[in-house]
């Protein structure tokens, strides 16, 4: 079954530390995001990358970093600069080569500060 | 700056009655628009869009209606079911000119009583 692959689940972060997210697809797709999740305030685009070896900043990408080494691949990075991280992550990809704008969703990771 | 809001934070509906669920965008540039659906812990996933070319998109129960000189959708769910208790989220995209970035209202809980 194709989709997207997110892990953990659950992640718990202690301050100072910086914690990854996965995030793995199947789809073949060329275009990846990251946007996380606050109660009432919707989704908020982190990064987001085109292509392999490219990314781009979003909305709020001050405290995280990504890479693109593989297209399957777009982890996510949340470092001891973000100081508000506990939010439900959460990955997409997108087909380009249809033209289509529908993201495809993973099912989250929510992480929490200790 | 919130490009695309959704006012009602929760709506209740009666099974078997019609939900409507609102959204407005202030940026005229937005050409495609979209609906998700997202239970908790889980991803969004896709329900119905609309490209800016037509005002009105049918897909058995669910119609997304557009009014581009309001800058105004809504979807509408008829009969609505207990299983379409979720929240929604529409989201709009500005296709060539913003890398198709997805961006989203913070979501309407919709409630459907038995």
């Known amino acids: 079954d194709g989709g997207i692959t997110q892990s953990p689940k659950y992640l718990f972060r202690k301050e100072g530390q910086n914690v990854t997210l996965s995030c793995e697809q199947n789809?073949?797709?060329?275009?990846m995001y990251w946007y996380r999740q606050d109660p009432g305030q919707g989704l908020r685009l982190i990064y987001y990358?085109?292509?392999?070896?490219?990314?781009q900043k979003g909305d709020i990408a001050e405290g995280y970093s990504v890479s693109r080494e593989k297209k399957e691949s777009f982890p996510l990075t949340v470092t001891s600069a973000q100081k508000n991280p506990t939010a439900f992550y959460l990955c997409a990809s997108r087909d380009t080569g249809t033209g289509n704008e529908k993201l495809f969703f993973g099912s989250g990771t929510q992480l929490s500060v200790l | 700056d919130q490009q695309v809001k959704q006012n009602s934070p929760s709506l209740s509906v009666q099974e078997g009655r019609i939900s409507i669920l609102n959204c407005d965008y202030t940026?005229?540039?937005?050409?495609?628009f979209l609906w998700y659906k997202k239970y908790p812990a889980e991803g969004p996933t896709f329900l119905i869009s609309i490209s800016s070319i037509k005002d009105k998109n049918e897909d058995g129960r669910f119609t997304v209606f557009l009014n581009k000189s309001a800058k105004h959708l809504s979807l509408h769910i008829v009969p609505s079911q207990p299983g379409d208790s979720a929240v929604y989220f529409c989201?709009?995209?500005?296709?060539?000119?913003?890398?198709?970035?997805?961006?989203f209202g913070e979501g309407t809980q919709l409630t459907v009583n038995p």
């Open positions: 940026n005229s540039m937005f050409d495609y």
């Open positions: 789809l073949n797709h060329d275009a």
């Open positions: 989201a709009a995209s500005a296709g060539g000119t913003s890398g198709s970035r997805l961006t």
């Open positions: 990358s085109q292509i392999v070896n490219d990314f």
